[in-house]
C-alpha cells in the first residue's frame, strides 16, 4: 500500500478516488494533483512507480490536508464558541450549525429522543 500524508490508499482503487481517502482531498482537487504531477488518473494505486508516488507527495504537500487542517477546523470552531456567537452557540448546544430544521429532524446532531412524561388531564 501507497502511504501518502500518513495515510494508506488502497492498491485495488484508481489513484484518482484512492487519493480521496486523505482529509481535504476530494474528487476536484484529486484530479487537479494528478494533473499537475503528470499522472495518469485512471491508474491504479498499486501500479505507481516510485516517480510517480514522489510527484504525487510532492503535490499534495502544497495543500492543507489530515492533521494540519483537522487541527485548523478544529480551531475554528473552539474561536465561534469563545466569541459566543450563533455558530459557536450552536456547537454548543449540539445542534446543527448549517441553518436546518430542528423541530423534525436533525437526530444526527441532537440524539436520540428524549421522552417526556404523560400529564394528566
Known amino acids: 500500500m501507497a502511504r501518502i500524508k500518513g495515510v494508506d490508499v488502497p492498491n485495488n482503487k484508481r489513484i484518482e478516488i484512492a487519493l480521496t481517502y486523505i482529509y481535504g482531498i476530494g474528487r476536484?482537487?484529486?484530479?487537479?494533483?494528478?494533473?499537475?504531477?503528470?499522472?495518469?488518473?485512471?491508474?491504479?494505486?498499486?501500479?505507481?512507480?516510485?516517480?510517480?508516488?514522489?510527484?504525487?507527495r510532492d503535490e499534495v504537500n502544497k495543500y492543507t490536508t489530515e492533521g494540519d487542517l483537522r487541527r485548523e477546523v478544529n480551531m475554528n470552531i473552539k474561536l465561534h464558541m469563545e466569541i459566543g456567537d450563533y455558530v459557536g452557540n450552536r456547537h454548543k448546544?449540539?445542534?446543527?450549525?448549517?441553518?436546518?430544521?430542528?423541530?423534525?429532524?436533525?437526530?444526527?446532531?441532537?440524539?436520540?429522543?428524549?421522552?417526556?412524561?404523560?400529564?394528566?388531564?
Open 28 to 56: 476536484s482537487l484529486s484530479k487537479t494533483i494528478l494533473k499537475d504531477a503528470k499522472v495518469d488518473p485512471n491508474k491504479r494505486a498499486g501500479q505507481l512507480d516510485n516517480d510517480e508516488l514522489t510527484r504525487i
Open 93 to 121: 448546544k449540539g445542534l446543527p450549525v448549517r441553518g436546518q430544521r430542528t423541530n423534525r429532524n436533525a437526530r444526527t446532531r441532537k440524539g436520540r429522543g428524549k421522552v417526556v412524561a404523560n400529564k394528566k388531564k
